[in-house]
């Protein structure tokens, strides 16, 4: 099979991967390579970020008469994935299975030890992992890497290869928060096919690039984030002008626009404080008043316009079509942050502009005052409520029976409406960036592997 190979080498390969990997650059990740030919890839990751780089050590098992042929794997941590279908195929025995396991797991505790030189495993808990490797064919061995990593607590887990068979990064959607292949390929068949250069990595070379970065580490080469780009800006809807705060950070994965209600603007401390932790884990933001300095004077003695979902629902969706038009943002997908009356109005807007709203996430919200549109919505949702917030929280439940979408109800424990105990809006914060990360990246992901079927 003839194919147009897309890389020089591993290193160049990974110079590529850092560009498209560039916005994880200000959440402080930790990057691991797949032993052993993910590591000159993982190398050029980690010096782009000015990230730490690590190895993780996985083994094939190769099936007993036929060791070439992959039948599982093993990772350090313990973790090992057996094939049940290869195992059948070749008719190797349990023991015989057993004693490749055994076998290997030394290869992966000996090698461990060689690599990291006395260094303990990276703690992993809490933390952005990027674990790289310089292609994906079958998936085994990032299966169990997968599963290994994720035992150890990390708050975000991410797989990046240059390049891989779509069919199986599909298949490992689940074992991460998010998959990153720079060009996926259908006729994929081997690794090696798309380098020009596909020498073997040996352990000294693994170590040799430890080493380096270790080096590097030391020194002061580490490559400083970019800045996000920081504007107000001015939406026109018509006739009325909406004054807004747009951040862009190098790298944006999403955008998410904020929908806020109950006499509520975008100099809200609590949204702004959302809108940090969002900017921090690689996504834009538009925080915008939806109504004009008149209306929210009118608005003060009555009440009345924070409680016209339709004129809300209307100005986010002038809003979405604005961001769709600008040079910084038109390219990103868009996410909904709707806070009290404002996620009413999310909830219609994303029914009105179905395609391109990949996810909402509702703070405190009223979602059934969309009461009619709610089975219409396509966008997965997440309703974040204060545990004792009891009221808002039966609304909610309600309107999670309704809701026909990919959905979650998250309660804050002893939080109440506006989240203000200890500790309570943190953890809205951090809930509502994981899911905007996993289901922006995963639009993303769709639209990538799609273009290639």
Known sequence: MRVKRLFHDREHAGRELAKRLAHFGNQSPIVLGLTRGGVP??????????????????????????????????????????????????????????????????????????????????NLEGKTVLLIDD???????????????????PRRLVLAVPVGSP??????????????????????????????????????DVVAILDKAQEHARGPTARPAKRPVEQSVLIAMGGTDL????????????????????????????????????????????????????????????????????????????ATDWVRSQRETRSLRIGYFGASTGAAAALIAAVERPDVVDAVVSRGGRPDLAEGWLSRVRAPTMLIVGGDDREVLALNRSALRQLRSPKQLEIVPHATHLFEE????????????????????????????????
């Open 167 to 204: 069919y199986t990064l599909e298949a490992l959607a689940e074992e991460a928060d998010e998959i990153v292949c720079l060009s996926p390929q259908p006729d994929f068949y081997a690794v090696g096919l798309w380098y020009e250069d596909f020498e073997p990595v040996e352990d000294e």
């Open 243 to 318: 004054e807004g705060d747009l951040s862009v950070p190098s790298g944006a994965q999403g955008i998410v626009l904020f929908a806020h209600g109950s006499g509520s603007s975008r100099k809200s401390p609590r949204n702004r404080f959302v809108a940090g932790v969002l900017q921090r884990a690689g996504l834009a933001t538009l925080l915008f008043d939806l109504l004009t300095a008149d209306e929210e004077q009118a608005d003060a003695i009555d009440a009345h316009l924070r409680f016209d979902i339709d004129l809300l629902a209307r100005r986010l969706v002038l």
């Open 135 to 153: 292609g994906i064919a079958t998936g085994g061995t990032a299966r169990v890497a997968l599963r290994a990593i994720r035992r150890r607590g």
């Open 422 to 453: 200890p500790g309570t809006l943190e953890y809205v914060a951090e809930a509502a960036a994981a899911w905007f990360q996993r289901h922006l990246a995963r639009a993303r992901l769709e639209v990538r592997l799609g273009a290639h079927r």
């Open 41 to 122: 890839v993982a190398y050029e990751v980690a010096r782009a970020l000015g990230a730490p780089l690590d190895v993780w050590v996985v083994r094939k098992l190769g099936a007993p008469i036929q060791p070439e042929l992959g039948m599982g794997a093993v990772s350090e941590g313990g973790e090992v994935f057996v094939d049940a279908h290869i195992v059948r195929e070749v008719g190797a025995s349990e023991a015989e299975v057993q004693e490749v396991i055994d076998r290997k797991t030394a290869e992966v505790e000996e090698r461990c030890a060689r690599f990291r030189r006395g260094r303990a495993a990276p």
